[in-house]
C-alpha cells in the first residue's frame, strides 16, 4: 500500500529491475495483467501494477477528478518507490493516464506502451455497448453479447470478463475523461510510444491505424499489430502482448 495525502494505493509488484508500469482499462483491475507481469520479471523488469482509486484495495475522492489528478497517482507510486523512470504501459481508458503522466511528469517516463489503444473519435454507440458490458445488473446472457461483440475476437472466451468490473471507479473515471480536454494530452509525445494493436479491434479500424505514426513520426511511434484479438487484448493474448513490450522495451536500452 502506498499512502499519499490524498489516496491509500494498492500496488502489486513483480520483479526487480526496470519498472514497466501496467495501467488497466476503463474501470478494470490490474490483476489480470498477472501472465505479462509474470513474462516481465523472467526478462528482467520489475513489472508493478497500481490499482485505480476504487478498485481493489485502493482508496481516495472519487468526485471532482481529471485524467491529471489520475496520472498524478501513478506519480506518486513511482515517487514513492524511486522507481521511475518506467515504461508505462496502459490498456485502453490507461493508456490516457500513461499518456497524461508523460505529459505532466516526463521526468518520471522512458516510454510509452498504448495496448489496444482506441481511435481519436469513434462511435458513440460503442461507449453505450461498454457500459452495457460492465452492468452489472443486466443479465449475463445480454451482457455476453456485448462483450463478445464490442470486446473479444472469435475463438476468445468473453465470459472471463463477466467479472472484474468496479461501478465507482467507472463513474469516476468516466467523468475524469469528460473534464479533461483532450488537446491538452493527445498531439503531445516526450518520451518513445509502442502502439499495440488488435488486429479485430472495432475501436480502432483499419484505416485508423497509422494515426500515432502520423502524428508522431517514426522516430517515436513503433508499431506492433496482434492479429485475432480484440480490444479486450489483455486476457485474450497477454503472452504476445508481454513479447511485444519487452522486445520494444529493450530498444530502449
Not at 66 to 75: C, P, Q, V
Not at 110 to 130: I, W
Not at 219 to 231: M, N, Y
Amino acid at each position: 500500500m502506498i499512502s499519499t495525502g490524498r489516496t491509500q494505493l494498492e500496488v502489486l509488484v513483480n520483479g526487480t529491475g526496470p519498472a514497466v508500469v501496467l495501467l488497466p482499462s476503463l474501470g478494470r483491475d490490474s490483476y489480470e495483467f498477472e501472465p505479462i507481469a509474470r513474462d516481465l520479471d523472467a526478462a528482467g523488469y520489475c513489472a508493478l501494477r497500481p490499482q485505480p482509486r476504487g478498485v481493489g484495495s485502493s482508496t481516495g475522492p472519487l468526485d471532482g477528478l481529471d485524467l491529471h489528478d489520475l496520472a498524478g497517482d501513478i506519480a506518486d507510486v513511482l515517487s514513492a518507490l524511486g522507481t521511475g523512470p518506467a515504461v508505462v504501459a496502459g490498456h485502453a481508458f490507461g493508456h490516457y493516464v500513461a499518456r497524461v503522466l508523460a505529459v505532466d511528469r516526463p521526468e518520471l517516463v522512458r516510454g510509452v506502451a498504448v495496448l489496444a489503444a482506441g481511435a481519436r473519435r469513434f462511435p458513440s454507440s460503442l461507449t453505450a455497448r461498454v457500459a452495457k458490458c460492465s452492468d452489472l445488473g443486466l443479465p449475463d446472457t445480454e451482457r455476453l453479447l456485448h462483450l463478445r461483440e464490442v470486446f473479444f475476437a472469435d475463438d476468445h472466451d468473453p465470459s472471463v470478463w463477466l467479472d472484474g468490473w468496479w461501478p465507482d471507479a467507472i463513474v469516476c473515471q468516466r467523468a475524469a475523461m469528460s473534464a479533461t480536454d483532450k488537446e491538452s494530452w493527445w498531439p503531445i509525445a516526450s518520451s518513445p510510444l509502442l502502439d499495440v494493436q488488435a488486429g479485430d479491434d472495432v475501436f480502432r479500424p483499419a484505416d485508423t491505424r497509422s494515426e500515432l505514426l502520423d502524428q508522431f513520426g517514426a522516430d517515436l511511434v513503433t508499431t506492433v499489430l496482434i492479429p485475432g484479438s480484440g480490444h479486450a487484448l489483455i486476457p485474450e493474448v497477454p503472452h504476445e502482448v508481454a513479447r511485444a513490450l519487452i522486445e520494444w522495451i529493450r530498444t530502449l536500452d
